[in-house]
């Protein structure tokens, strides 16, 4: 079994809760509000806009044995350069107002997973950072093309309120190969554990930033 295998096997059990949130299910059958809708990319934008500082940072505490690693750091750097733009974007043509989401707080839900992220690459092992990134493009990857289609069609949205879900949800499929490759050639027993450690704690916290759109049930570090 490949690490990437393994490694899906080990966090199937936090992916199946995070997929069985109602919220999900309901932005396939296109029963998301849009006032919803607009607090779900509030959300995103306070996360995304981590995400190349978040890449740079990882990079630069690799250790020279992962030089090969490193390299597609800088790769995904590029890929990921102006999402959060997007997500401006889309809130403005769904008539929010995008500079009080530029200059506003995320909610304790975001605030939380992005202060982990932020702890794994400075404290623990940089490495672990792969495991958001299985959860946030491996989620993408599953859904956001399918809820895009039933949001587009239930609230009546242009094409030009969906680009973060369906630019980013295609971008995804090429993204998650790329990253098996990449998650396969690791192969130090502690860099391993960092992955699958981060993978489960992130499939728990943004399990709470959808939580937080929808507010029903306890957070997973209520849970905890």
Known sequence: MSFFEELLKATARERADLESLPLIADAFAGRVTLEEYRRFLTQAYHHVKHTVPLLMACGA???????????????????????????LDDLNTCGADAGAVRHGRPAPATELMVAYAWDTVMRGNPVGFFGMVLVLEGTSKALALGAAAALGRHLGLPRGALRYLSSHGQLDQEHVDFYRTLIDRIEDPADQAAVVHAARMFYGLYADVFRSVRPATRSFAEAA
Request: hydrophobic share 35%; charged share 40%; glycine share 4%.
């Open 61 to 87: 505490r690799l250790p020279e044995r992962l030089e090969w690693l490193r390299e597609a750091v800088a790769e995904y750097i590029e890929e990921e350069q102006g999402h959060q733009e997007w997500i």
